[in-house]
Structure formats: structure tokens, C-alpha cells
């Protein structure tokens, strides 16, 4: 079964951190690009961070530079968005993806939101 798992998200107060994990299962992370997008209420999806599992390459989105950090652990099939100083406006749901097996820059993979697999996603809140 093809899948992947989100968590991590909560409920914190502004300047506050957290950190989602995102679990594949049935399939590895190599030759993949994977990264994270959110939903807020009223608004589109936007890719926010994104990684190469090829090159390393990231994106991040002007809005989370900065205080967000993507990591990719091929090994355990796991990435994960540290997430520090969080605002109000940063209250969303978070979705993990990955992309097919081909080279996807870090850019590529957040702008163009060609992602073959998504997680359920996890919802942060942050209150002021």
C-alpha cells in the first residue's frame, strides 16, 4: 500500500516551533523530489518547501525563509519541516508529497505542484 503519513502539526502560540514529519510507505524517497505545501481557509495550495533527493536542491517560499528548514532522510523514507517562529499567517493544512522517480529541482517541485503522491494532511494553528 502506497502512502504517506503527515504529523506533527498542532496548536502553538506566535513564535512558536514545530516540526512535521512526513512517513512514505511502499516506496522510497531516492530519485524523488518531496516536499510540503499548505492550504490555508480561503486560499489556494502553495508549495512552501521543497527538497531533491538528487541534488539537495530547496525551494522555499518567501514567506517561510527563513524561519522554515526542510530535511529528507532517504534512509528512513521520512522528510521533515522544521518549523520555527510561526505567525498567525502560517495557520494552514500541511500536505507532504513526492514526486515520480526523474529529476525535480527543489523549485520545480514547489512551483509546479506536479507531485504524484500526497499525504493527508495535518493541521497547524497558530494563535496570537
Known amino acids: 500500500d502506497v502512502q504517506l503519513q503527515a504529523s506533527g502539526g498542532g496548536s502553538v502560540q506566535t513564535g512558536g516551533s514545530l516540526r512535521l514529519s512526513c512517513q512514505a510507505s511502499g516506496f522510497t524517497f531516492d530519485g524523488r523530489a518531496v516536499g510540503w505545501f499548505r492550504q490555508a481557509p480561503g486560499k489556494e495550495r502553495e508549495g512552501i518547501s521543497c527538497?531533491?533527493?538528487?541534488?539537495?536542491?530547496?525551494f522555499y517560499a518567501d514567506s517561510v525563509k527563513g524561519r522554515f528548514t526542510i530535511l529528507s532522510d532517504n534512509a528512513r523514507n521520512t522528510g521533515y519541516l522544521q518549523m520555527y517562529s510561526l505567525e498567525p499567517e502560517d495557520t494552514a493544512v500541511y500536505y507532504c508529497?513526492?514526486?515520480?522517480?526523474?529529476?525535480?529541482?527543489?523549485?520545480?517541485?514547489?512551483?509546479?505542484?506536479?507531485?504524484?503522491?500526497w499525504g493527508k494532511g495535518t493541521l497547524v494553528t497558530v494563535s496570537s
Open positions: 508529497a513526492a514526486s515520480k522517480i526523474a529529476y525535480f529541482s527543489g523549485d520545480y517541485a514547489c512551483l509546479s505542484g506536479d507531485m504524484d503522491f
Open positions: 527538497i531533491s533527493s538528487i541534488d539537495g536542491s530547496t
